[in-house]
């Protein structure tokens, strides 16, 4: 080319020159066409993989937060992950699924065994008994209570044991009867949500690790067949804002098409001995075992649910329910000592008495709880049950699981592939021109 400059004793540059020798309307080198298609394809590949990544990261704000409007990932300057900024709504979504098509909370509980829960607990439950009475009796008669012979201690013992069944068994049949009151599903998933974003990324990027996958990869595929239409159309048009429109066009069709071919057809459709069906739709069996293995992991587990009971917002039912029960303890094991120990400690410290008993077991139920997840965790059975509805669900309602991670500002998804393309179009005009 530069040898063809010396001979024409031009200055134009190479390629203007090669246009006496290249190819289509332009007279452009064969590669300049040839090359369009891979270009497309890695922008394709490019675009939808920024899309996924700006869908789940960064978990916090990043970049300076000069102005953001509330709910929305974007700000001057900087940018949340969709999910992440979105955790709360997510997760409502999500759980709003659970709890209405997946789990009865009174269902569930009713699984509960309340007297083999009182036998799981019995040792931990005695030895914080023995200690309680030993304080409390301590305190309000020392001297009653360091005279009495050891045969009658040991009497009292044995009566707490058998009380100390009696007192669990109808003390859980009564939070049975009572969860709702006592535990509030849905904000304790929430909430869990919305103190750990990473929860909510954690359930939709295990339940869509295949088609995540298909996502970036059908951006090659998809951006390679824009790209022959590309090719094509600057073979007989070259136009400067061709490459940059297409690229345009490559981002925005790769991502919308990707989105599209996971959740549609929404129910099978055959076409001879085809079967068009959206390819999350297609793997239901799997995501449900997923869906349930991961929640009932990282949020809905036992550890979790008790602490929900014993600190959530409807705790103060739950503790209010203990405390009857409690007292009624003290007065069964009392018994026929009663008399002589309102005589010994007069009707107002007895009645003290009784209350500190009922606090103290309140304040320390919640260490000795640990001992009854293995049980509870079997007895509920939330992941086998979670896992077999949602196999039976319907597709447009087992949709759901996934499809709120992409419906959340999925137009600012697809817009944001076709500024790259856009981008990468304008690239490519620097380059030849």
């Not at 669990?168 to 049975?176: A, D, Q, R």
Request: glycine share 8%; hydrophobic share 45%; with cysteine.
């Amino acid at each position: 080319l530069r040898s063809l400059q010396r001979v024409t004793g031009t200055k134009q540059p190479p390629h203007l020159i090669s246009r006496t020798m290249g190819y289509g309307v332009g007279g452009y080198p064969l590669y300049y066409y040839l090359i369009q298609p891979v270009i497309a394809g890695f922008v394709g590949y490019l675009t939808n993989v920024l899309a996924l990544e700006m869908t789940f990261r960064p978990i916090e704000f990043f970049g300076i937060e000069l102005f953001r409007i509330k709910g929305q990932p974007w700000g001057f300057f900087g940018w949340q992950g969709i999910i992440p900024t979105k955790s709360e709504k997510m997760a409502s979504i999500c759980f709003d699924l659970m709890t209405t098509k997946l789990l009865n909370l009174k269902e569930i509980f009713d699984r509960l065994d309340p007297k083999r829960f009182s036998e799981v607990m019995e040792d931990a439950i005695m030895l914080m008994l023995d200690s309680i009475v030993e304080e409390v009796a301590m305190k309000y008669m020392p001297n009653v209570w360091s005279m009495l012979p050891k045969k009658v201690k040991d009497e009292i013992i044995v009566v707490m044991n058998i009380e100390s069944e009696t007192f669990l068994t109808t003390f859980m049949e009564e939070v049975k009867e009572h969860i709702d009151d006592v535990l509030d599903i849905k904000q304790m998933t929430v909430a869990a949500c919305v103190r750990e974003k990473r929860l909510v990324n954690k359930i939709f990027q295990e339940c869509g690790d295949k088609e995540f996958t298909f996502i970036r990869r059908s951006g090659f595929y998809f951006g390679f067949l824009f790209g022959l239409i590309q090719m094509g159309v600057f073979f007989v048009y070259d136009a400067g804002w061709v490459l940059p429109f297409f690229g345009f066009l490559v981002g925005w069709a790769t991502n919308w098409v990707a989105l599209k071919v996971i959740f549609r057809p929404l129910n099978p459709i055959k076409i001879g001995c085809f079967t068009l069906h959206g390819i999350f739709l297609k793997r239901q069996m799997e995501v449900s075992e997923t869906f349930a293995r991961v929640n009932c992991v990282e949020i809905l587990h036992t550890k979790a649910i008790w602490e929900e009971i014993l600190s959530g917002p409807k705790s103060k039912n739950f503790f209010a329910m203990l405390r009857a029960h409690s007292i009624v303890f003290t007065e069964r094991l009392v018994g026929g000592m009663k008399p002589i120990t309102i005589a010994a400690m007069g009707s107002q410290q007895f009645s003290e008495m009784k209350e500190e008993i009922a606090q103290k077991i309140a304040d320390k139920l919640p260490s000795v709880m640990p001992h009854s997840y293995e049980y509870t965790t079997e007895a509920l059975d939330m992941e086998n049950t979670i896992r077999e509805r949602m196999q039976k669900l319907p597709y447009p309602e087992f949709e759901g699981v996934l499809h709120p991670a992409f419906e959340e500002d999925e137009i600012l998804l697809i817009l944001v592939g076709g500024l790259l393309g856009l981008v990468a179009g304008g690239v490519q005009v620097v380059a030849m021109y």
